[in-house]
């Protein structure tokens, strides 16, 4: 009998998040994530999964963003009918996402297969569909914070607080082959202490093999205070401008961390004299799911929105639900605060705000997460002069501003201390980081910390001994 682990995505890369945990004759599958960047790297989403889907006995999810959750409903598809665990609120804010990514799928076939059937080719299927994600909300199965839980023979779980976005869990797994028990944590992702909105991620003391991410491996962010005063800054310079800003944001987390300090800081910003658009119907229903769990909020934050609860955080935002609530933001010139997704700008509503505000140089456009390779935000934020969207050039005249202090991912630092907090220094093995954040955060743990890190390559079997 064996206890080991087999790594299918974010080995080497950030996004795919795929882990196979093998216990004697037990299959679990730690997140089941989309490959996010490029054309080829996307196109990866559609190649069979290098093992059974049938033969998957459950599925523990660490957070509901779509590079860990994105490719369940194709689980479910290809022949998985296991549960899938998960934190209650990682459940809520999964049904947001998951259906809008199966509505975006649908409308990425249609619009492929117009241009197929323009050339004589045969259409193609979508990747999966609205239906196709609710099959597989039906397997989700919701758990609490702190509470160890038996899912499968040989197989316990708990799951704890990784501070990253809401319901986001560090996974505590007791592995059990009949001969022998090994304790794998996972990390999933981190957050960063002193996060606006959430709790600290949790410290964990005990365990035979660390399972750690490493996104901001190789760098350390800019301080909570002076990122906020950056943000600050930006919007105070844009005042005199006659121009929008545009803020290009991650539906679930970043967006409601990005109101949060509007809100907290709104006199101070002068954000009175901006017209604030939340222009993502997926954003808008995650705001929904985090105020239905506002109970997961850190002390601050649960203080401002009881002050708040009755009235809006913001008088001047307007919620833009529908395709002509958008279009009519393009309209306005100047004096508009636009927050739209997705995050990596590559698809929804903020390219359209791209295509209408780029090229003049009076507009801003402020960066606040990670932008994966491959995508239109990473060239941006690399200083490209023009971006492609929908087979146009655009000229980029606008300013480009990163707030990388914003990020909802651990740094260097935090990662490094967060496994400092592990009793004997466990082998920690790297995953979900690019290759030069990898090796960077791994010489350091070496260094530093005298640890045992391992950085897998894909397809690689690592077992417990």
């Not at 006995?57 to 194709?74: F, M, N, T």
């Not at 994600?133 to 197989?155: D, N, S, T």
């Not at 119907?281 to 799911?289: D, G, H, K, Q, Y």
């Not at 833009?320 to 929804?348: D, E, F, Y």
Request: hydrophobic content about 40%; glycine content about 8%.
């Amino acid at each position: 009998m064996t206890i080991n682990i087999q790594f299918f995505g974010a080995a080497g890369e950030v996004t795919g998040s795929c882990h196979l945990v093998t216990v004697g004759d037990q299959r679990l599958l730690l997140d089941c994530g989309l490959i996010q960047g490029g054309h080829k790297d996307e196109a990866r989403n559609r190649e069979p999964f290098p093992f059974d889907p049938a033969e998957i006995d459950a599925v523990v999810l660490s957070h509901a963003h779509i590079d860990h959750s994105g490719r369940l409903p194709l689980l479910v598809k290809r022949g998985f009918r296991g549960p899938i665990y998960t934190h209650r609120a990682c459940r809520d804010l999964c049904r947001v996402m998951l259906m809008d990514a199966g509505f975006i799928s649908e409308k990425d076939a249609e619009w492929e297969n117009r241009k197929l059937e323009r050339k004589g080719l045969e259409h193609i299927d979508p990747l999966f569909t609205v239906e196709d994600a609710k099959v597989a909300l039906r397997q989700f199965k919701a758990l609490a914070y702190g509470k160890q839980q038996k899912i499968l023979p040989g197989v316990t779980v708990c799951l704890a607080d990784a501070g990253h976005i809401l319901g986001s869990s560090i996974v505590e797994l007791w592995l059990d082959d009949g001969s022998k028990t090994r304790k794998l944590v996972f990390s999933g992702d981190l957050g960063r202490y002193g996060m606006p909105v959430l709790e600290d991620p949790a410290e964990i003391r005990q365990a035979d093999l660390v399972l750690m991410e490493s996104t901001y491996g190789d760098r350390l962010h800019r301080s909570w205070e002076d990122s906020i005063r950056e943000f600050h800054d930006v919007l105070n310079n844009a005042t005199s401008g006659r121009g929008n800003i545009l803020i290009p944001a991650f539906a679930v987390g970043r967006t409601q961390e990005i109101l949060y300090l509007m809100a907290q800081n709104f006199k101070e910003w002068g954000l009175e004299r901006w017209h604030i658009f939340l222009d993502s119907p997926m954003a808008i229903e995650a705001t929904r799911v985090f105020a239905q769990n506002s109970d997961l909020f850190d002390a601050e934050a649960r203080k401002l929105w009881r002050e708040n609860n009755r009235k809006p955080l913001l008088p001047n935002l307007s919620i833009s639900r529908t395709p002509k609530q958008s279009m009519a933001i393009n309209n306005i010139r100047r004096g508009a605060i636009i927050i739209a997704g997705s995050g990596m700008c590559t698809g929804g509503r903020i390219r359209h705000h791209l295509k209408h505000n780029i090229w003049r140089r009076e507009c801003q456009l402020v960066i606040t997460g990670f932008q994966a390779r491959g995508t239109t935000g990473r060239a941006l934020v690399d200083g490209a002069r023009s971006i492609r969207l929908w087979g146009e050039e655009i000229n980029v005249a606008a300013t480009v501003h990163t707030i990388g202090g914003l990020s909802a991912h651990a740094d260097q630092l935090t990662l490094k201390n967060w496994y400092e907090n592990f009793e004997g220094r466990p082998p920690v093995t790297l995953v979900h980081g690019e290759e030069q954040a990898m090796t960077v955060l791994a010489d350091c743990l070496r260094q530093e910390l005298s640890a045992p890190v391992h950085t897998p390559r894909a397809g690689e079997i690592l077992e417990l001994v």
